[in-house]
Nanobody
Framework: QVQLLESGGGSVQAGGSLRLSCAASRYTANTKCMGWFRQVPGKERERIAAMYLSGGSGYYGDSVKGRFTISQDNAKKTVYLQMNSLKPEDTAMYYC???????????????WGQGTQVTVSS
């Protein structure tokens, strides 16, 4: 089993920045891809960023491309999501997830964190 623990959420004004962290208890063959999802009430959980722990530039949803950056610190088993130029529409619960491959679909991810709330005010 793998535990994922997110941190770093909070409230910020539009145009501000936040950095989310996701600490994994361990890495396995089923955690080769680490992703960030977000969800607002009444809507589907969407993947906004993902990357392979082996390296690479990462994958981004159109809504966050150019503003958000996913990165990792292997020694700390931690993945980050740097969020800049935040907008009110970025307000959501943000989840860290891990899976064997960087697919879009949430059901492809085996492990999930508990979520951290991000609120952006105008």
């Amino acid at each position: 089993q793998v535990q994922l623990l997110e941190s770093g959420g909070g409230s910020v004004q539009a145009g501000g920045s936040l950095r989310l962290s996701c600490a994994a208890s361990r890495y396995t063959a089923n955690t080769k891809c680490m992703g960030w999802f977000r969800q607002v009430p009444g809507k589907e959980r969407e993947r906004i960023a993902a990357m392979y722990l082996s390296g690479g530039s990462g994958y981004y949803g159109d809504s966050v491309k150019g503003r958000f950056t996913i990165s990792q610190d292997n020694a700390k088993k931690t993945v980050y999501l740097q969020m800049n130029s935040l907008k009110p529409e970025d307000t959501a619960m943000y989840y860290c997830a891990a899976g064997p491959l960087c697919y879009d679909a949430r059901y492809e991810y085996r492990y999930w964190g508990q979520g951290t709330q991000v609120t952006v005010s105008s």
